[in-house]
């Protein structure tokens, strides 16, 4: 991650009620799943608000996201290290040595010890969290130049001895004589020496987030040959957009001891033959989630350099996008763990004052292929919006032409505590490259938690 930020500044409920209810709306979007890209759209009117500074984005990047035990992490954009007033990294599964990864990758990547930096974490939008942390700093004035990023690496989590045999180290640590150390080594037992590895579950449910993509796909009558078309589309896309040279927030890594890395690793279009003969993962063996329709364990880090409006044009910076309104929301963790877009866009379009026919760019987390179909389904359902959101009437579910054309997270990989930024600096390059004016990011978070973001294209 000290790489990355070097490179950065170096150039520029009841479930069966929802089974009832959607068993007889079988979804149908087969057809529309390789929809062509989104039409240029009209100029609206600008979210600026009176009195309230403007924040952009004036750039961000990323290194290739990398299936897990494949390759590393790095960052980038050019400023002087100097006016930076304030680091903030999103990470999830933290190493104990640098729990506060982001101040120590900015002092390894020379940055003034006298810039403060700190770490958040809130599972898949930590980078979300971590960015808009930023934007509350520049709005009240604190700050006026931030970078704010995440990082992951499953690739060496950490693994901890088991709590017996923590128990026993720390008491040989205080014991003072060697009556005490051998009483201590005569309670020892061979089951000590079993790893505890990271929590995979939920805490407060005890269950994989992947069991409940399963369920919950099932809740929506979401069928197995609908979430392997929806992967295909994933890949397919972000194939075409790299070939086509569009992720252009990609930045070249080099691995310490190994090949530089260039672009992500996990894009591999297939066939729906072949993915149709792949295990379910998690719910065996009739679930519907399978390691094909699911994203995969990833290695990433990526930053963003958000100013205020002001201070990026008396800099001589040319912004990609404004960072306009945001919500997070939080719901049941149980049966509603991956539903937070369908919860967060009718808050943030309400709170900007958009409908969904405003948005031109779609760019929403992708956990399994299941979860994103769920989501499109509770969001076109005035039954679902009156009975588990207290609303009148459905939000809509976003046009497919306009959703995730370049990948997403089951292609291009979810490093958990980098995916935000990936989410914005997506949706901000898609503006400029499709001639649209705003921008919708929404991710669901463990814990029952999600978030949405609007962004406005900055004019050209």
Sequence with gaps: MTSILTYTFKN?????????QFSLRPLSCSSQLRAAPAAQTKSKKTLAKPNMRNIVV????????????????????????????????????QEVKTSNVAREAALGAGFSDKTPAHTVTMACISANQAMTTGIGLIASGQSDVIVAGGVE????????HSRKMRKMMLELNKAKTLGQRLSLFS???LNFLAPELPAVAEFSTSETMGHSADRLAAAFAVSRQDQDEYALRSHSLAKKAQDEG?????????????????KDNGIRPSSLEQMAKLKPAFIKPYGTVTAANSSFLTDGASAMLIMAEEKALAMGYKPKAYLRDFVYVSQDPKDQLLLGPTYATPKVLEKAGLTMNDIDAFEFHEAFSGQILANFKAMDSDWFAQNYMGRKTKVGSPPLEKFNNWGGSLSLGHPFGATGCRLVMAAANRLRKEGGQYGLVAACAAGGQGHAMIVEAYPK
């Design 12 to 20: 520029l409920p009841n479930t069966s009620k929802w089974a009832l």
């Design 58 to 93: 004036v750039d961000g990047v990323r290194i290739p996201f990398l299936q897990s035990g494949t390759s590393g992490l790095l960052h980038r954009t050019n400023v002087p290290k100097d006016v930076v007033d304030y680091i903030i990294f999103g990470t999830v599964i």
């Design 153 to 160: 690496l499953m690739s060496d989590v950490p693994i901890r």
């Design 187 to 189: 309670k020892f037992r």
């Design 246 to 262: 569009l992720l252009s927030d990609v930045v070249p890594f080099k691995v310490p001891g190994k090949d530089t890395v260039t």
